[in-house]
């Protein structure tokens, strides 16, 4: 493909005709071409560019798919006026040196070895898993100030203006903050007077789990979609006893479960339905914010979420009785200097409300760049043999607290494990969610069950690898982390031989 462009009238420009200058250049255009065209500096006589030249700036380009494209580059002669500009569907902005802190984008110095192979890494610096995304000081100065004139560290305006704003947003009646999402689910089973055994998926953070055994009950484990991650609903019937008073379900990485089967399922069977939603701020179910669908939806305000309290969390409801439970037990249980049940300390402190309140206004804007961010993974990385993707609905919005994939290790040439030590040579972080799996875990081994009945869980444990995600994440990192892979991939058996 020949691609061309004229930015405003001015010329990006061939190196053999005009002064170099390094500046980086993003381009989006529709349709199976770009729009405009590169042309010489004589711009009374434009001529495409060459395929040959397009090489020698070494650009990346993708594929096009869904009618986008995209190319990612260095371009020679752009004139500084034209940067940082936004016209249509066109981008172009950014310097080299403004970039250079986190990748080494040269490409003609970094070579096709990858890494572990005694390659440069991608990146020069580390890319972390996730980069939070929190107000700027100066928007919380003022607030901060007059908590700490005040007094009022606790039970203040914030605390309310939180909970307000989360009710809203989640659509539903009552949203009760408290000190963690752990510490909610520990309320939650206690409000709703859960007893004996609960059905939960062992393919989670083991606080869906430690949470009921501060309860009291006991975790009968149930298999998950192999493809969505989250807990099946025809497992979770088989592990139901006659004991069972709830089943606990799980928005794995954000992507919202199967609500409808198992609000069914808890109907027929007489059971309570709860989601540990410590992923589910920004999730949408049908179209609808996940919250006001069972008898409990509890959340994680805590640095890796996309709604960040510093610690915190929040139990949605829409049930009166136990809202009003879950706010008198977060006060040890406490009414008139009374205990009415044996509650917790879990207050939120007013500066992570005020936190948590302005990081809610911030939510939107990030979940749909993590939409964007995951379509360039899949772009880039659906082709490689043994690599797939968490499957979502296409009716269903996932808020991608995490971008998982799966490595079949006989299909990709490499296990999950080995692949994340080439990673980690180029210095990209990544992490083993969920390894071991609940069920293996030293505390819950004696909850475990047959092997065979959990067989998707334990093979997830095995191949599932979050790769970084964050809200403001930049084109060139996503597309850095994807060159990664596929030239680890280019050299599979040199790396399995140096990876053993």
Same mark, same amino acid.
């Given at each position: 493909?020949?691609?061309?462009?004229?930015?405003? =009238?001015?010329?990006?420009?061939?190196?053999?005709?005009?002064?170099?200058?390094?500046?980086?250049?993003?381009?989006?255009?529709?349709?199976?071409?770009?729009?405009?065209?590169?042309?010489?500096?004589?711009?009374? @006589?434009?001529?495409?560019?060459?395929?040959?030249?397009?090489?020698?700036?070494?650009?990346?380009?993708?594929?096009?798919?869904?009618?986008?494209?995209?190319?990612?580059?260095?371009?020679?002669?752009?004139?500084?006026?034209?940067?940082?500009?936004?016209? =249509? %569907?066109?981008?172009?902005?950014?310097?080299?040196?403004?970039?250079?802190?986190?990748?080494?984008?040269?490409?003609?110095?970094?070579?096709?070895?990858?890494?572990?192979?005694?390659?440069?890494?991608?990146?020069?610096? %580390?890319?972390?898993?996730?980069?939070?995304?929190?107000?700027?000081?100066?928007?919380?100065?003022?607030?901060? $100030?007059?908590?700490?004139?005040? /007094?009022?560290?606790?039970? /203040?305006?914030?605390?309310?203006?939180?909970?307000?704003?989360?009710?809203?947003?989640?659509?539903?009646?009552?949203?009760?903050?408290?000190?963690?999402?752990?510490?909610?689910?520990?309320?939650?089973?206690?409000?709703?007077?859960?007893? =004996?055994?609960?059905?939960?998926?062992?393919?989670?953070?083991?606080?869906?789990?430690?949470?009921?055994?501060?309860?009291?009950?006991?975790?009968?484990?149930?298999?998950?979609?192999?493809?969505?991650?989250?807990?099946?609903?025809?497992?979770?019937?088989?592990?139901?006893?006659? @004991?069972?008073?709830?089943? *606990?379900?799980?928005?794995?990485?954000? @992507?919202?479960?199967?609500?409808?089967?198992?609000?069914?399922?808890?109907?027929?069977?007489?059971?309570?339905?709860?989601?540990?939603?410590?992923?589910?701020?920004?999730?949408?179910?049908?179209?609808?914010? *996940?919250?006001?669908?069972?008898?409990?939806?509890?959340?994680?305000?805590?640095?890796?979420?996309?709604?960040?309290?510093?610690?915190?969390?929040?139990?949605?409801?829409?049930?009166?009785?136990?809202?009003?439970?879950?706010?008198?037990?977060?006060?040890?249980?406490?009414?008139?200097?009374?205990?009415?049940?044996?509650?917790?300390?879990?207050?939120?402190?007013?500066?992570?409300?005020?936190?948590?309140?302005?990081?809610?206004?911030?939510?939107?804007?990030?979940?749909?760049?993590?939409?964007?961010?995951?379509?360039?993974?899949?772009?880039?990385? /659906?082709?490689?043999?043994?690599?797939?993707?968490?499957?979502?609905?296409?009716?269903?919005?996932?808020?991608?607290?995490?971008?998982?994939?799966?490595?079949?290790?006989?299909?990709?040439?490499?296990?999950?494990?080995?692949?994340?030590?080439?990673?980690?040579?180029? @210095?990209?972080?990544?992490?083993?969610?969920?390894?071991?799996?609940?069920?293996?875990?030293?505390?819950?081994?004696?909850?475990?069950?047959?092997?065979?009945?959990?067989?998707?869980?334990?093979?997830?444990?095995?191949?599932?690898?979050?790769?970084?995600?964050?809200?403001?994440?930049?084109?060139?990192?996503?597309? =850095?982390?994807?060159?990664?892979?596929?030239?680890?991939?280019?050299?599979?058996?040199? *790396? $399995?031989?140096?990876?053993?």
């Amino acid at each position: 493909m020949v691609a061309a462009l004229q930015f405003r =009238g001015v010329a990006i420009t061939q190196p053999a005709r005009c002064e170099i200058a390094t500046t980086f250049v993003r381009i989006f255009a529709t349709g199976q071409h770009f729009e405009g065209q590169f042309s010489p500096c004589d711009r009374k @006589n434009p001529q495409p560019m060459s395929d040959l030249w397009l090489r020698a700036l070494r650009l990346q380009m993708s594929g096009c798919r869904d009618n986008r494209c995209a190319v990612i580059g260095w371009i020679a002669a752009l004139p500084p006026a034209t940067r940082k500009r936004k016209t =249509g %569907k066109l981008f172009i902005g950014g310097t080299r040196t403004e970039r250079a802190t986190l990748m080494n984008n040269d490409f003609s110095t970094i070579g096709s070895d990858p890494a572990v192979l005694g390659g440069t890494p991608v990146f020069a610096e %580390k890319v972390p898993i996730v980069r939070p995304v929190l107000p700027k000081f100066d928007a919380l100065a003022d607030d901060m $100030a007059e908590i700490v004139g005040s /007094g009022m560290v606790t039970k /203040g305006k914030h605390l309310r203006a939180l909970e307000q704003a989360a009710a809203e947003h989640l659509q539903v009646r009552h949203a009760v903050a408290v000190s963690s999402c752990t510490s909610g689910l520990m309320l939650t089973y206690q409000a709703l007077g859960l007893t =004996g055994d609960v059905v939960v998926p062992s393919f989670t953070f083991m606080a869906t789990v430690s949470s009921m055994i501060w309860a009291g009950l006991r975790p009968v484990f149930a298999d998950v979609d192999y493809g969505t991650t989250n807990l099946d609903p025809r497992r979770a019937e088989d592990a139901i006893t006659p @004991n069972t008073s709830a089943i *606990v379900a799980v928005h794995n990485f954000g @992507n919202p479960a199967d609500i409808a089967a198992l609000k069914d399922l808890a109907e027929r069977r007489g059971l309570k339905l709860i989601f540990d939603a410590a992923h589910g701020f920004g999730c949408r179910y049908e179209g609808t914010p *996940v919250g006001g669908q069972a008898d409990a939806h509890v959340y994680s305000l805590s640095p890796t979420k996309l709604v960040i309290a510093a610690e915190g969390g929040i139990v949605a409801t829409n049930d009166d009785a136990l809202a009003e439970h879950i706010r008198i037990g977060r006060e040890y249980g406490m009414s008139d200097y009374d205990s009415r049940f044996a509650g917790l300390n879990s207050r939120m402190s007013e500066f992570s409300a005020l936190l948590g309140c302005r990081s809610l206004a911030l939510l939107e804007p990030g979940i749909l760049r993590r939409q964007e961010v995951s379509e360039i993974f899949r772009r880039e990385l /659906g082709d490689l043999p043994g690599i797939d993707f968490q499957a979502v609905r296409p009716v269903d919005r996932c808020s991608y607290k995490d971008f998982s994939i799966t490595v079949v290790e006989s299909a990709f040439g490499l296990s999950r494990d080995q692949l994340r030590a080439a990673m980690e040579a180029e @210095n990209i972080d990544t992490r083993r969610y969920y390894t071991p799996p609940v069920h293996r875990q030293q505390a819950y081994r004696e909850f475990a069950p047959a092997e065979e009945s959990l067989s998707n869980t334990n093979v997830l444990s095995q191949r599932c690898l979050s790769l970084p995600i964050w809200s403001r994440m930049d084109d060139e990192v996503v597309l =850095g982390i994807c060159q990664a892979v596929r030239r680890i991939h280019g050299s599979i058996g040199k *790396v $399995a031989a140096a990876i053993r």
